[in-house]
């Protein structure tokens, strides 16, 4: 349960994929379209580790039936609506990241109150933004100190550092992505994953850049788009302790080589 409940991260419209996008200066639906195959893959071998584990313990086993599917389907439609509801305003350049999140809380309020009726406009509002206000201004001084952090490392020129030493020792790209996946395993382990985002973007995609790695592959293949993008992002997600949170996001951001002051792959003169 602890395992598969981040799988979804990797999968469109999860907000640390956002995130992501929004910090390294990559097109949205690139990083969408390079996490669905891990997704797939990694849901599949969960899934198949489950049923292994089912057939060793001789748990008990419950025929399929199409009806009662259907039933709980249908009975989930409003909730089911919502993922394709962002994609929908994303890709048909009906709203923004940030406007897509302000639509999503929109529609969550209309489904509850006049769907579900599980809140009253009356009671219960000031209740659940005073929550939500809590919960985000906790995520947003977590952010604050993480954008701090970035900020040193730029100044004091550690990717520029990074990359001087990948170029240095590490000729195999496969030894690359192994050592970087270590890297982020342990940031995992010690920081909550928008944090973990905003403070190791910016040191592994110069890395990324100077490596002939895609995370889309050839027909969808983007310059500032690489293998990188999947690979810190699971390893870093994966290991959060926190579920995705609603987060305003800024997309005027300067792009990462515009921080370098130049491309982190240009050779010294």
């Known amino acids: 349960m602890t395992a598969s409940g981040s799988l979804g991260l990797l999968l ?7 995130l992501y996008a929004v910090i390294a200066q990559i097109p949205i639906e690139d ?3 390079g996490g669905i ?7 599949t071998m969960v899934a198949a580790y489950g049923m292994r584990e089912g057939i060793v313990s001789g748990a008990g086993r419950q025929p399929f039936d199409a009806p009662e599917a259907l039933a709980a389907t249908w009975a989930a439609k409003w909730e089911l ?7 929908v305003a994303m890709f048909s350049g009906f709203a923004t990241a940030v406007e897509a999140a302000a639509l999503t809380a929109v529609y969550a ?3 509850q109150t006049l769907v579900h009726r599980d809140l009253s406009l009356g009671k219960d509002l000031l209740r659940v933004v005073t929550e939500c206000v809590t919960v985000v201004g906790g995520v947003l001084i977590i952010l604050g100190v993480a954008v701090g952090l970035t900020n040193y490392l730029i100044n004091a020129q550690v990717p520029a550092i990074l990359v001087d030493w990948a170029r240095a020792h590490i000729t195999s790209r496969f030894t ?5 996946n270590v890297f982020l395993l342990a940031v995992g382990w010690l920081m909550e994953i928008y944090a973990a985002i905003v403070v190791v973007v910016p040191l592994i995609v110069p890395l990324g850049a100077c490596r002939p790695l895609s995370c889309v592959g050839p027909r969808y293949r983007s310059k500032r788009t690489n293998c990188v993008v999947y690979h810190s992002f699971f390893a870093a997600g994966s290991h959060a302790f926190q579920p995705s949170r609603s987060l305003p996001l800024s ?3 300067q792009p990462l080589s515009r921080r370098y002051g130049g491309s982190p792959c240009a ?3």
């Open 12 to 18: 469109p419209p999860a907000l640390p994929l956002i």
């Open 31 to 33: 990083i969408f379209i």
């Open 37 to 43: 195959l891990p997704g797939i893959l990694l849901t």
């Open 81 to 87: 609506a919502m993922p394709a509801l962002v994609l």
């Open 109 to 111: 309020l209309v489904v």
């Open 176 to 180: 690359f992505l192994l050592l970087l």
């Open 251 to 253: 997309s005027g951001a």
């Open 267 to 269: 050779s010294p003169s």
